[in-house]
């Protein structure tokens, strides 16, 4: 038999499900007798719990269902998996496993911490001589991958920025008295999602008119000396800030505590909150902070076309990868033109993008750290366009059932 085992983890997108559905579907066309899916990511495996997805195929529309679903029809986890060299007993467990399903391919969809699992599964294969091919499917919305050009996930997350901004904008308008805006966004390490609130802006309106990244030390100072100015010259402002922002100390600006998760990243929420109390107190207007959280990564509704199609490209070539004896290796994409918009395809190192993060260039940003400027401007615009096609029922829009998530079966 030729099986392949399929896991998605880490924070959900818009488009990992397209990617998912790539990976079926190109293991199909090449022949895998079963395509097992993990359920809630790596822990899924070391649980025995998986699904059939072969049998999933005989529905017909599943795939293009899969596609428009969002969130993460295999469910997730946080797992941090243990040095493979040091600590080899749950590898150990896990390739018994495989070999009893007989799994011949391993495809881990997810972003950084996602890519350290597939890295460390391919480490232990190597380590063991294992035939298993081991490969990597990139995805986040924060976009701050290594060796890739953007990542899956990330065009959807943007046009949701982008929209819900744009809209907010409008409502700042209706009233003639001084007002401030704050729109917290996603964002720990890098501002590339929080950048992605200038595409909102429009013939009639500048807005988001501050934006500040984690790139850029923030000044309180300064902001409240660019909003003062902007407040003589117009009614409203709003201000884009990534929720990893920090002062020229590295100090989070952020009403929340320090805890940490099992990978040790900061649990950071209330920058806006924070800031809205800052500027509060120092200017005395309206003022209010929005917290755009859980919809602006599975707001499939506004997801980008370019987006689901480049996602299920990466998860089709990562089987094709595998297929050519290739492991180790997390398929990728690379820029070629942006008009006309064109991206090529390649594999690249998992172990080369495991725990990085690839921040937003100091040229992307103006010279005042408070805006971005046209060579973002360029970059993200390819990434939003063109609209899937949703099917609707009773006036909502039409997913994959997901039930099976809240089973505890094992397989």
């Known amino acids: 038999m030729k099986n392949c085992v399929i896991i998605q983890s880490g924070g959900p997108t818009a488009a990992i499900n397209a990617s998912l559905a790539g990976v079926v579907y190109k293991a199909k066309e090449m022949g895998y007798d079963r395509i097992y899916g993990a359920i809630n990511g790596i822990a899924g495996v070391l649980r025995h719990h998986l699904i059939d997805l072969t049998e999933r195929l005989s529905d017909p529309e599943f795939l293009d269902k899969l596609m428009v679903t969002p969130a993460m029809y295999l469910g997730s986890c946080r797992n941090r998996m243990p040095d493979p060299i040091a600590e080899p007993a749950q590898y150990e467990q896990m390739f018994s496993f495989f070999k009893e399903k007989e799994i011949v391919a391993f495809f881990g969809i997810g972003g950084n911490d996602s890519m350290d699992t597939v890295a460390k599964l391919s480490a232990y294969a190597a380590k063991v001589n294992s035939p298993i091919r081991v490969m990597g499917v990139p995805k986040t919305i924060d976009n701050d ?11 959807s997350a943007a046009k949701y920025v982008a929209t ?13 008295v001084k007002s401030i ?12 999602l929080t950048a992605a609130s200038a595409l909102a802006r429009t013939s009639y309106s500048n807005a988001p008119q501050l934006i ?33 922002i920090r002062d020229k100390e590295g100090n989070y600006i952020s009403a929340s505590d320090s805890a940490v998760d099992k990978f040790g990243h900061q649990q950071l929420s209330g920058a806006g909150k924070a800031l809205e109390h800052i500027l509060g107190q120092a200017i005395g207007v309206k003022i209010r902070s929005v917290e755009l959280n859980i919809p602006q990564r599975c707001g499939t509704h506004l997801a980008s076309q370019t987006d689901l199609l480049e996602a299920r490209a990466l998860g089709e070539y990562g089987v094709e990868l595998a297929e050519k004896g290739e492991t180790g290796l997390m398929a990728s994409l690379e820029r070629i033109s942006d008009e006309p918009y064109k991206v090529s395809y390649k594999g690249v190192s998992v172990a080369e993008v495991a725990n990085g993060v690839r921040n937003v260039p100091r040229e992307f940003i103006n010279e005042r750290g408070n805006d971005v400027n046209e060579k973002m401007l360029s970059y993200l615009r390819p990434l939003i366009l063109g609209e899937p096609k949703i099917t609707y029922e009773n006036g909502l829009p039409e997913f994959l059932d997901v039930s099976h998530l809240l089973s505890s079966v094992t397989f």
């Open 181 to 192: 805006t704050i729109v917290e966004i996603m964002g720990r390490d890098a501002g590339w």
């Open 145 to 155: 991958l290594m060796q890739i050009d953007h990542t899956p996930g990330f065009g």
């Open 212 to 244: 500040y990244l984690p790139e850029v030390p923030f000044s309180i100072t300064e902001c409240i000396e660019d909003t003062e100015k902007l407040l003589r010259e117009r009614n409203s402002v709003v201000i884009a800030i990534s929720e990893g």
């Open 164 to 176: 819900s901004l744009l809209e907010m904008a409008h409502d700042t308008m209706i009233y003639p």
